[in-house]
């Protein structure tokens, strides 16, 4: 059957009878074109608006250049709109129960509104995914031990502003580095991030200094490089990819601006559903932050797992490092970084 937008309110109203839930709840308001957000939605962004096309696609908007799902299935367009009615309804609850810590429980109290709804839907939100996804194994490790540690001290672009991993068969860390444009000098003389002060005889300070490094290594299956300006362009993907690279996550901090970026390739492809370079700001607690069902569902799904195994991480960079950490397995040396011993070097000087 299309969906049209008498199908729609109509359907809406049967699941917000059969639950209490829903009782003063209303349906997304219905447009046919994202040009109409700010008009049926008053503010620029944010809220969910429902976009319904002539074959009776249902789109969700929460922009109107920032589509969040697309379906021609009513069970599945119902869902979209009751999660974003519920994720409302959970905010005021725990807001309203002093103690409770409104951030430790929005999440999970999203999950128990879902299934007074309907149990499977509180099973669909429980897992990240979109439909008949089983939710991942609870995490019972330390979240913050393998890379969501760093994520604190990043915002204020500490130790370096851009984290980069690699991976590939037989990748190399120091031919990484060195393809960045790495002195060959230092990296074969094994130097250590606490080794760069003593640099240039003392001339320029630290700060100085560390601006024309880089620290690099291998944890977790991947090559990690970390600094904050490169000498030049940088590397293409072609010239990685002659090193085994397959695939590259960066992630940039901007803290002047409050800009903050994830950019995944995979065989010289960005993954991204046709966004681009994604803003970690995008992220909010509760809601999914990419294309429900597209290329980074998966990372929808890692991070609804972090949600609910770690309602105590108060900081949604932590959460979301954590989900990065989980989605793909990557880590950084916290002993090695924090004493300095990590492996590092100075930039070939441009006019060297």
């Not at 944890?219 to 362009?233: D, V």
Request: with cysteine; hydrophobic share 40%; proline share 5%.
């Amino acid at each position: 059957m299309q969906i049209s937008a008498y199908t729609l309110k109509r359907a809406w109203d049967r699941v917000a009878a059969g639950s209490d839930v829903l009782d003063e709840a209303m349906l997304p308001p219905i447009g046919t074109s994202p040009d109409q957000y700010e008009r049926y939605m008053g503010e620029p962004h944010g809220r969910l608006f429902l976009v319904l096309d002539e074959d009776g696609t249902v789109r969700g908007h929460i922009g109107p250049y920032r589509e969040v799902f697309a379906t021609q299935d009513l069970d599945q367009a119902l869902y979209f709109a009751a999660e974003d009615a519920v994720r409302a309804i959970a905010e005021h609850i725990v807001a309203r129960s002093p103690g409770r810590g409104a951030v430790a429980n929005v999440v999970s109290g999203q999950a128990e509104l879902l299934d007074r709804i309907n149990p499977d839907w509180g099973s669909r939100f429980r897992s990240g995914g979109v439909d008949g996804t089983e939710p991942s194994t609870a995490c019972v490790r330390d979240p913050l031990e393998r890379l969501a540690w760093i994520a604190g001290s990043w915002r204020e672009q500490d130790p370096y502003t851009h984290l980069a991993f690699f991976r590939g068969e037989n990748i190399s860390a120091e031919q990484i580095a060195l393809l960045h444009g790495a002195d060959p000098a230092q990296i074969a003389a094994g130097t250590r991030l606490a080794d760069l002060g003593s640099m240039d005889g003392g001339t320029f300070d630290y700060w100085d200094i560390v601006w024309e490094t880089c620290c690099f290594g291998q944890a977790g299956g991947w090559a990690f490089l970390m600094y904050h300006e490169l000498p030049g362009i940088g590397p293409g993907q072609d010239a990685l990819g002659q090193l085994g690279v397959t695939e590259t996550v960066h992630l940039s901090a901007t803290s002047a601006k409050a800009i903050y970026t994830f950019d995944y390739l995979r065989d010289g492809c960005r993954i991204d559903d046709g966004w681009g370079v994604l803003e970690l700001i995008w992220y909010d607690r509760g809601r999914a932050p990419y294309f429900r069902g597209g290329q980074l569902d998966f990372l929808n799904q890692a991070i609804r797992r972090a949600e609910l195994d770690h309602p105590r991480l108060t900081s949604e960079f932590e959460l979301y490092f954590h989900a990065l950490e989980d989605a793909f397995g990557l880590q950084l040396p916290r002993q090695d970084i924090q004493e300095g011993t990590v492996r590092a070097a100075q930039w070939v000087r441009r006019d060297s």
